[in-house]
């Protein structure tokens, strides 16, 4: 439990948060709500931990360039609570990491739904969309508040895959993003959670200072040594004054801002507490004008140009001639269907409201069943307006129904539902659980390693089975394969809910004979790779992305097992391009971007690496976009201890890169390989001849090998 005296420190902390001066409740927010706000919540670090610490460049790049709140505190101790308060203004009775836990208390994912607005949560290593359980892996659910309440669907609770990455537009109106325990610094350190930010987040902050965007950063706690429980926030985007913000704030301080820039209701202690008013360039002080219009065989009241104050609210009703029905009603041009009312709330700016109207129809209902189970009646159903249509849900023999889903909506395991007075088209899904039974999964591992258990493995229907993938001696995981599908270089599995038969294979790969590989991907123009994807002449996992054209600021390094390293990256070019090649395997993924200029030097700068007394070997992957023109490049190695070698790789006419891997010395191919014996180098690419006017001498990758 929370201490007493802890307690009356959170509640006049509540009161401060709540009364604090610069924060009136109703303060003006920008005149527009960002397009998108993503959160991402960070682990057990007090305030002195991240700000001003070498070990966090990206964390202070943002506070530099955004507004950083220098007297933000948490509620308490331990974890779960603060991300309860966060999301719902309530640690909702609970002072433990305890899992289960299921609410029904407002919250800010069920707010945004019922605004109809868009909310997902993205969990890095959540093993699959919907995922009810405790842990798996490096994720924790009482990182995870959304998947704790009724009225936010299963299906938002998303992994960090799903994230869209250079698809930014396809985010919902709010999401919050929790990386694993290593990622976060509950398990991990400072410097590779920065790293982790900055390779998955920085994307998107780019993206946002051109899309009316917003990323905040904070932290569930401090590490809890006795200090004040201050913690590190940040609000980054076009919309943000720059600066340092002194006034004393909390989760519900957050939650409230976010409320109040949609117009929502205000969940827990957030309806008493103050949004955060002074970080914004500008508010407009109103009144706005909300154009209401109807088109004919209908009415919209009150209508025309209706003045409206700012921050108040303005409901709108809609009503059909007799004989006809509300095909439609638009608000600032996006389609809410047919509904008979319409409130815009915490009025900020203009809007408009378009109604339009319809002769009495027929509607489509569309039905359908998954495997084990059938839905009656089925297909595309016509329904007329007005009308009624029942559907039943029948299981098959040994099944059960699990779900059913109207409208993108879980309504639980129904056997019936009836849309009643239907307006407008809908949807409706049946899923059906597997029956109970024993299955057999089958485990194998190759050469070099084992996996436990191995072998057919019996698991009763509905259990769970973890199998845990060890390399011998002298070996590495290379990849772990689960029914055909590979899931990268992992240490252990977990089976849930067995349903059917599945097979699960390990393969390993001899180590590096002086340690652990480090792996770099310039993925210019391509996508970044995914943590699990293996490539390169030593297939490995946990591939650096190096993102852009210049990296000025050291970036630091992971190795093949995703652990932090002392060494760091630093590179400049003059452009950035992509290969046209074809296909889905990782290496065509890790060589399908580089970087490259026409007649300009690339350099590469690796600094940090741990002294080795055998050396390194460096594997320099270039393969650029050649076209019907032959194209060499000079590759350089060179820095302190070190005699400069110069290799010369020509990148030949119509070989664009296929999956295939050939090493050149003076020769055609699409990699380079020096040895080193230092700490640090440079690498410098130089464009030397080309058959047509643009020399070049692209770098798609490096691997650094310990000898």
């Given amino acids: 439990m929370i201490p007493s005296k802890a307690r009356a420190g959170l509640l006049s902390l509540f009161a401060a948060a709540a009364a604090a001066p610069g924060l009136p409740l109703g303060a003006a927010l920008p005149a527009a709500p960002p397009d998108h706000v993503v959160i991402v919540i960070e682990e057990n670090h007090g305030y002195a931990d991240i700000i001003g610490s070498s070990a966090a460049p990206y964390f202070n790049a943002l506070a530099k360039g955004g507004a950083l709140m220098t007297q933000s505190f948490a509620v308490g101790h331990p974890s779960e609570p603060n991300y309860l308060e966060l999301f719902s203004g309530s640690t909702q009775g609970v002072t433990s990491d305890s899992c289960p836990n299921s609410f029904t208390a407002p919250n800010l994912g069920g707010q945004l739904l019922a605004a109809h607005r868009t909310f997902a949560g993205y969990s ?31 299906a938002l609770n998303l992994p960090f895959t799903a994230f869209p990455k250079g698809h930014f537009q396809d985010l919902p109106t709010v999401s919050f993003v929790v990386p694993n325990l290593d990622d976060d610094m509950h398990d991990g350190t400072i410097q590779a959670a920065d790293s982790w930010l900055q390779g998955n987040l920085d994307g998107y902050v780019q993206w946002a200072k051109a899309n009316n965007s917003l990323l905040i950063v904070t932290f569930d706690e401090d590490d809890d040594t006795g200090g004040n429980n201050q913690i590190t926030t940040i609000f980054s985007g076009p919309m943000v004054k720059p600066g340092t913000y002194g006034e004393i704030i909390n989760h519900d301080n957050v939650l409230r801002t976010v409320e109040d820039l949609y117009g929502l209701g205000h969940a827990g202690r957030a309806a008493g507490t103050a949004p955060i008013a002074d970080i914004w360039n500008a508010a407009l002080a109103g009144p706005f004008t909300i154009t209401a219009s109807a088109g004919a065989n209908g009415t919209i009241t009150p209508g025309g140009n209706v003045s409206v104050a700012a921050g108040a609210n303005q409901t709108f009703n809609v009503d059909a001639a007799a004989g006809y029905a509300i095909s439609s009603v638009a608000v600032d041009g996006a389609d809410q269907g047919p509904i008979c009312a319409y409130t815009f ?9 378009a109604a339009a109207f319809g002769a009495p129809g027929q509607y489509t209902i569309t039905a359908s069943a998954g495997t084990g189970g059938a839905i009656a009646p089925s297909g595309v159903v016509p329904v ?5 249509q029942t559907f039943t849900i029948t299981p098959a023999s040994g099944y059960s129904i699990l779900a059913v889903t109207v409208d993108g909506v879980n309504k639980g395991a129904i056997a019936t539902y009836t849309f009643s007075n239907v307006m407008a088209s809908h949807t409706i899904s049946a899923a059906f659980s597997a029956p109970a039974g024993q299955y057999t999964i089958t485990a194998s591992a190759g050469t070099g390693g084992s996996i436990t258990p191995s072998g057919a493995v019996s698991v009763a229907g509905g259990a769970s089975q973890t199998f845990t993938i060890a390399p011998a001696s002298g070996y590495s995981i290379l990849a772990v394969t689960v029914d055909g599908t590979g899931k990268g270089a992992i240490s252990s599995y977990t089976f849930g809910n067995v349903a059917a038969n599945h097979a699960i294979s390990a393969t390993f790969a001899p180590s590096a004979a002086g340690g652990r590989i480090i792996s770099i991907d310039f993925t210019g123009r391509g996508t970044v790779m995914a943590s699990t994807e293996t490539a390169g002449v030593f297939s490995r996992s946990h591939w650096n992305n190096a993102q852009g054209a210049v990296q000025s600021v050291a970036q630091a390094l992971l190795d093949e097992t995703g652990a932090a390293t002392t060494a760091t990256l630093r590179w400049s070019a003059s452009g950035v391009w992509s290969l046209p090649a074809t296909g889905t395997s990782n290496d065509l993924h890790m060589m399908s971007g580089y970087l490259d200029a026409a007649g300009a030097n690339t350099i590469v700068r690796i600094s940090g690496l741990p002294a080795n007394a055998a050396g390194y070997s460096v594997l320099v992957y270039a393969d650029g976009d050649n076209s019907s023109a032959t194209r060499s490049g000079i590759y350089q190695i060179s820095g302190t201890g070190i005699t400069t070698t110069n290799i010369t790789l020509t990148d030949a006419a119509n070989t664009n890169f296929t999956g295939s891997y050939r090493q050149a010395s003076g020769s055609a191919g699409n990699y380079v390989k020096f040895t080193v014996n230092a700490t640090a180098f440079n690498l410098t690419a130089i464009p030397s001849a080309s058959s047509d006017a643009y020399p070049r001498a692209p770098i798609n990758g490096i691997q650094i090998v310990p000898l």
Avoid: Q
């Fill in 124 to 154: 890095e290593d959540l093993p699959s969309a919907g995922y009810a359980g405790c842990s798996s892996g490096a994720y924790a659910r009482k990182h995870n508040p959304w998947s704790m309440f009724t009225d936010v669907p299963a």
């Fill in 384 to 388: 007329g307006n007005g009308g009624s």
């Fill in 345 to 353: 709330s915490n009025v900020s700016a203009g809007h408009t409201i």
